[in-house]
């Protein structure tokens, strides 16, 4: 199974600043129509999972452009612009090329300073 | 707008056996795919089972495999997970989520979850 991995695991931030979040995979996730499957999703407190960004950088509806995913083969990255208060969650990056199983990243929480 | 929402969540003793269900509404249910990912307490998301739109495939993480079958019925657009020989391990919110019916399944609604705490 691929694995995923995230850091950092924790992430405080100051509103209004940028974040960064880094996602690798223990293998190549470019599938054979040339996509890449990797997904971005936001939990914020109490809430279900939310998909933020589909195959590396594309955000879904109603995702402020501030989130921009990046990356290509085993190494990705989520980026924030400017943090909101609304920001505040756990961020999962997901494999879909090796499937099954999908496999999530152990998350990334983030939180004002 | 499409909405997910499970139920048939509650406490079991190990060993029981539980079966969830998530109705679909705001789409065509009938034309997607769907999982079932689960998230124990305090920790990050597994996916569990997914499912053709027309349930001729199905496929399971190693984890549940031989224990839960997840199966559909078109006709009342809902979605089933039947879960058998619990154990504590399988302690959790359990989340119906749909595929948008790419190339590779993917995740684009979630429901709000059902919690199935198996405990004695």
């Known amino acids: 199974d691929v694995v995923m991995t995230q850091s950092p695991l924790s992430l405080p931030v100051t509103l209004g600043q940028p974040a960064s979040i880094s996602c690798r995979s223990s293998q190549s996730l470019v599938y054979s129509d040339g996509n890449t499957y990797l997904n971005w999703f936001q939990q914020r407190p109490g809430q279900s999972p939310r998909r933020l960004i589909y195959?590396?950088?594309n955000r879904d509806s109603g995702v402020p452009d501030r989130f921009s995913g990046s990356g290509s083969g085993t190494d990705f990255t989520l980026k924030i612009s400017r943090v909101e208060a609304e920001d505040v969650g756990v961020y999962y990056c997901?494999?879909?090329?090796?499937?099954?199983?999908?496999?999530f990243g152990p998350g990334t929480k983030v939180d004002i300073k | 707008q499409v909405q997910l929402v499970e139920s048939g969540g509650g406490v079991v003793q190990p060993g029981g056996s539980l079966r969830l269900s998530c109705a679909a509404s705001?789409?065509?249910?009938?034309?997607?795919?769907m999982h079932w990912v689960r998230q124990a307490p305090g920790k990050g998301l597994e996916w569990v089972a997914f499912i053709r739109y027309d349930g001729s495939n199905k496929y399971y993480a190693d984890s549940v495999k031989g224990r839960f079958t997840i199966s559909r019925d078109n006709s009342k657009n809902t979605l089933y997970l039947q879960m058998n020989s619990l154990r504590a391990e399988d302690t959790a919110v359990y989340y119906c989520?749909?595929?948008?019916?790419?190339?590779?399944?993917?995740?684009?609604?979630w429901g709000q979850g059902t919690l199935v705490t198996v405990s004695s």
């Open positions: 195959k590396v950088s």
């Open positions: 989520a749909k595929d948008p019916t790419m190339i590779v399944p993917d995740f684009d609604y």
């Open positions: 997901m494999q879909g090329t090796h499937w099954p199983p999908f496999t």
């Open positions: 705001g789409f065509t249910f009938s034309s997607y795919g």
